[in-house]
């Protein structure tokens, strides 16, 4: 429901923003981002690049809701348990993409410079059952912040985010689900329209 309530968002044209008298402003961004474990038993490092469609509202309550597509591509070890309760580790890697929704409050702002908290979500297909004992497809989720400097005399920004990573298929919260976590840097580039 969120992620179509998002995509529809994204089809509303910006003259209606601007004939309302609201403060949205229309942006892309771009950015890259490294994932890497805070588990050894979930061994598995992932790189994940962004293209995000969103409305940045400047004044009163200043939020980015948009949405986009991620890119993604993991590769590591995990650790199982069999059905004897057994630990056995499974090497894998795969490529995903999908669709994904961002929410980002701007809670400091000092001339050029922002800080904002942001949530990243969504689902993505893999190009194989992963991790191992997975299934085809899994959920996303990412919490953070990113530290973004305005370009003076630019429609430009650049950022730098750090954040944590989710990935799960939802099997549930047992030893033998097969998620994994991590925790990473990225960079991005924003272009205001």
Same mark, same amino acid.
């Given at each position: 429901?969120?992620?179509?309530?998002?995509?529809?968002?994204?089809?509303?044209?910006?003259?209606?923003? #601007?004939?309302?008298?609201?403060?949205?402003?229309?942006?892309? =961004?771009?950015?890259?981002?490294?994932?890497?474990?805070?588990?050894?038993?979930?061994?598995?490092?992932?790189? $994940?690049?962004?293209?995000?469609?969103? @409305?940045?509202?400047?004044?009163?309550?200043?939020?980015?809701?948009?949405?986009?597509?991620?890119?993604?591509?993991?590769?590591?070890?995990?650790?199982?348990?069999?059905?004897?309760?057994?630990?056995? =580790?499974?090497?894998? $890697? #795969?490529?995903?993409?999908?669709?994904?929704?961002?929410?980002?409050? =701007?809670?400091?702002?000092?001339?050029?410079? $922002?800080?904002?908290?942001?949530?990243?979500?969504?689902?993505?297909?893999?190009?194989?059952?992963?991790? #191992?004992?997975?299934?085809?497809?899994?959920?996303?989720?990412?919490?953070?912040?990113?530290?973004?400097?305005?370009?003076?005399?630019? $429609?430009?920004?650049?950022?730098?985010?750090?954040? @944590?990573?989710?990935?799960?298929?939802?099997?549930?919260?047992?030893?033998?689900?097969?998620?994994?976590?991590?925790?990473?840097?990225?960079?991005?580039?924003?272009?205001?329209?």
């Amino acid at each position: 429901m969120k992620l179509l309530i998002t995509f529809s968002l994204l089809l509303i044209p910006k003259t209606i923003y #601007a004939q309302s008298g609201t403060d949205l402003i229309p942006k892309w =961004e771009v950015g890259i981002e490294y994932y890497s474990p805070t588990s050894l038993s979930r061994d598995i490092q992932t790189i $994940s690049m962004n293209f995000l469609y969103g @409305w940045e509202r400047t004044r009163k309550f200043p939020l980015t809701l948009g949405g986009g597509i991620t890119l993604t591509h993991a590769w590591g070890s995990i650790i199982q348990l069999d059905d004897n309760l057994n630990d056995v =580790e499974f090497e894998n $890697s #795969a490529s995903g993409i999908g669709p994904i929704f961002c929410l980002k409050y =701007e809670l400091l702002r000092f001339q050029n410079w $922002s800080v904002a908290p942001d949530f990243l979500g969504g689902v993505l297909l893999y190009s194989e059952k992963f991790p #191992a004992g997975g299934d085809i497809y899994n959920f996303m989720w990412r919490l953070g912040g990113m530290l973004t400097y305005k370009v003076p005399e630019s $429609s430009t920004s650049l950022g730098i985010s750090y954040r @944590w990573m989710h990935v799960s298929n939802g099997q549930g919260l047992t030893p033998k689900n097969p998620s994994y976590e991590g925790a990473g840097v990225g960079f991005s580039f924003i272009k205001y329209l």
